[in-house]
Structures are given as structure tokens and as C-alpha cells.
């Protein structure tokens, strides 16, 4: 073939592409806009939380079951329970409503704070104040499991410490 004939012929080919590439074009990223999404946000904003450090293993209402027991007792992991946010929110929750140990208006029933796992504050300052309540100021992560029930089926919402310091205030006793 002579050039003359592969020039015409990419030419020709271009020319009937063009119109194809125009009409789907290649996906491009798209521009950030500034604003990250509303998990990522409410993972990334400070918040401040009263609760009641237990072991994992012990919190009320969090048994795991007697195959995975002895797992979970040398995980070592605690948790925050009866909360209350001091600071940002509390990621939005779709537990089960729990009977009120004192009725709550005409219903008796109340929605259970949440409970987390605390991450980043060392084993041994967690465990210096087991069964006391502390105040931890931090951020959220994996808020995507608030609306998950309180048992070992499923994985907590993280708090993610930076500070603790107790603070007065009473806390349930270890089942």
C-alpha cells in the first residue's frame, strides 16, 4: 500500500470517530466540591462524650456468645456505655426502643444511648477507670453501624480519643 492510500484511510477514520467520541464522551473525575460527604463529616467532627468505661466483655446488655467468650476476654477491647454528647452529635441510631426502668411519659419506653468502642486511649489508662465515668473528646468512625443492635453480631461505632479525664456521675455495676 502506498502512503498516500494510509493517509486517506486514517483520515476517513478520524473523521467518522469524531462524531462517535462527542457523543460518549470518556468519564472524567469529578471536581471536588468542597464539601465531603455527610458520613465523612460526621467522622471527621470533634465530639465530647460521657459515658462509663467497661471491658468489652462486660458491658450490660453486650454478652458475647460462649463460643467467641474467650476471644473477646483477650481482645482486651472497652467500651463507652450509658452516654450522653456533651459536644457534635451522636450519629443517628435505628435501635429498637427499650423499656424505661422508670416510664418516661405515658409510654414507659426510652431509646438506649449508644454504646462505643473507645480506640487510641491506651489499655492501661481504660482500665484504670473501669466502671468509672470518664469523658472522652475525639472523633466518630465507622458511623455507618449506629443503627446496628448492641450485641456481638454486630460491630460498635468507634470513638477515636484523643482526651479522657473521669468526671462525677455514677455508673451501672458490672453483670
Avoid: W
Wanted: net charge neutral; hydrophobic share 35%.
Amino acid at each position: 500500500m502506498s502512503p498516500r492510500v494510509l493517509a486517506y484511510g486514517l483520515a476517513c477514520s478520524v473523521t467518522l470517530a469524531t462524531p462517535l467520541l462527542a457523543q460518549n464522551p470518556p468519564p472524567t473525575a469529578q471536581a471536588p466540591t468542597g464539601q465531603p460527604s455527610a458520613a465523612l463529616q460526621a467522622a471527621a467532627t470533634l465530639v465530647k462524650v460521657e459515658g462509663c468505661v467497661f471491658k468489652e466483655v462486660d458491658a450490660p446488655g453486650r454478652r458475647p456468645p460462649d463460643e467467641v467468650r474467650s476471644r473477646v476476654e483477650t481482645d482486651d477491647d472497652y467500651v463507652l456505655t450509658n452516654t450522653k454528647m456533651i459536644e457534635g452529635s451522636a450519629p443517628p441510631s435505628n435501635a429498637a426502643p427499650q423499656a424505661a426502668a422508670t416510664p418516661t411519659g405515658t409510654s414507659g419506653i426510652t431509646t438506649a444511648p449508644p454504646m462505643f468502642k473507645v480506640k487510641d486511649i491506651s489499655k492501661g489508662k481504660l482500665k484504670d477507670e473501669l466502671g468509672h465515668r470518664v469523658q472522652i473528646e475525639g472523633t466518630l468512625q465507622h458511623v455507618e453501624r449506629a443503627g446496628n443492635p448492641v450485641s456481638f453480631a454486630f460491630d460498635l461505632v468507634e470513638l477515636r480519643g484523643t482526651t479522657m479525664k473521669r468526671i462525677e456521675g455514677e455508673c451501672p455495676k458490672k453483670d
